[in-house]
């Protein structure tokens, strides 16, 4: 879809009307959100006046996802920062905890409102047009990427909901239904290059000529989406969303160059350092973990919530016409290693091992060898061969220098045979600790 007309607003424009109703939101918390009013206090901030506008947000406390939790209580299962009445209400989403128990996240029918206006957007930007066929393996279930269901109608899709975890089906409907598009996340979009193939199909012969990719890191990493683009023959932009903070915020362009951010207006971004929670200024090149404020959200806000996704920036104007800064996802900061000072993503592991396709089938593991963030070098890593291939030192060499080269890591290569590494129809385990 081309962009609307408020997508390509110049950015300082932007800004200050996000700075508008930035300092309405913190009213708003101030008057109804228990937990931001003494959260607030606590930082000697006792009034909206005091905390300013968006120029001195850096100032505010960050937001933490157990500090959420640890207010929930059998009376109010939301949490603290619940702020609107349950007659305000009009759907509650649960959010898939670590822990075990859910986190729910509540709307009001402006919140839900908005948030089908941010997803159509950054779906949208994907270059799909109104009319088109699109296939999804998203549940309309309780999860809040159900919400995305309803910015498809706003596109003027005609949408195919397939579900999670039914790969005949889905390969079924794109036979028979020969949808334009499919919603996928990456993991899920290259099992299903290869488990096409088991069954003698080519997705390359298929209808589908757009892989939207979300849920998870990676859609944007060159070599893996290499990967995916060949052998969907199609081309895949990626869109993303945090659980707490709206179903897909930000999504790709056709130029490919990182995730517009469709959801502004609605929220502000902010980068931190995630070690020290410094602030980073979104200049281009600048990367860190990124921290999200609600500007106009009512059942439960969030004020500078970590949402652990580390991210770069991109701020280069982009031919699309869409204006503000664009991100590309590194991955998430909790599976992120340190290793002798080095950050080192297991995401970005699995993109230089991509490069060496077809010699390899892209399916990496990284495998700690010690609890927590730092490890000792060399950081093991398992590589698994492509279907045909065979066990090669040298390979394997030519794998470890590339990932000293580019990610300045010392890793100890072990070539898997293919098919032994565990393939994911959701979201793939990049990291398992020994
Ligand atoms: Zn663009």
Wanted: hydrophobic share 40%; aromatic share 6%; net charge negative.
């Amino acid at each position: 879809m081309p962009p609307e007309p408020g997508e390509t607003r110049p950015w300082a424009e932007q800004l200050a009307d996000d700075d508008e109703s930035y300092r309405v939101q913190l009213g708003y918390l101030f008057e109804r959100s228990p937990f931001y009013r003494e959260k607030l206090a606590a930082a000697g901030l006792a009034s909206p006046k005091d905390a300013g506008g968006l120029d001195d947000i850096a100032r505010l406390p960050l937001t933490e996802k157990r500090e959420l939790k640890a207010t929930c209580t059998p009376e109010n299962p939301v949490g603290a920062h619940l702020c609107a009445t349950a007659a305000e209400l009009v759907r509650i989403y649960s959010t898939s905890g670590t822990t075990g128990t859910p986190s729910y996240v509540p709307l009001t029918a402006d919140d839900l409102h908005n948030w089908v206006i941010a997803s159509a957007r950054s779906y949208g930007a994907s270059g799909i047009a109104a009319g088109q066929r699109i296939v999804t393996t998203y549940n309309a279930g309780p999860f809040v990427a159900g919400a995305a269901l309803a910015a498809f109608e706003r596109l003027g899709l005609s949408h195919v909901p397939v579900g999670t975890g039914n790969t005949e089906r889905l390969l079924l409907a794109i036979e028979h239904l020969r949808p334009d598009a499919a919603v996928l996340t990456p993991s899920y979009a290259a099992y299903l290059i290869e488990s096409a193939a088991d069954r003698g199909l080519d997705l390359r012969g298929s209808s589908v000529t757009r892989v939207l990719v979300a849920g998870e890191p990676g859609g944007g990493e060159p070599a893996f989406r290499a990967q995916l683009e060949q052998g969907w023959g199609a081309t895949v932009t990626e869109a993303m969303g945090i659980g707490d903070i709206g179903p897909s915020l930000w999504g790709e362009c056709e130029a490919q160059d990182g995730m517009h951010l469709g959801a502004r207006g609605f929220i502000h971004a902010e980068l931190i350092d995630p070690e020290s929670e410094a602030p980073v200024e979104l200049d281009d090149g600048a990367a860190g973990e990124l921290v999200l404020t609600h500007l106009r959200h009512r059942a439960a806000p969030l004020l500078r919530f970590r949402t652990r996704d580390h991210v770069v920036v991109r701020t280069s104007p982009c031919s699309c016409g869409r204006t503000g800064p664009r991100i590309r996802c590194l991955g998430r900061t909790d599976d992120m290693l340190i290793v002798r000072g080095v950050n080192v993503f297991p995401s970005a592991v699995r993109e230089v091992v991509s490069a060496f396709a077809p010699r390899v089938s892209g399916h990496v593991l990284v495998r700690p060898q010690t609890a927590g963030v730092k490890q000792e070098p060399p950081l093991p890593v398992s590589v698994e061969l492509a279907q045909d291939a065979t066990d090669d030192a040298a390979l394997a060499e030519s794998i470890r220098e590339r990932l000293r080269d580019v990610l300045v890591v010392q890793t100890r290569v072990e070539l898997v045979p293919w098919g032994s590494l565990q393939r994911s129809e959701y979201k793939s385990r990049l990291v398992e600790r020994a």
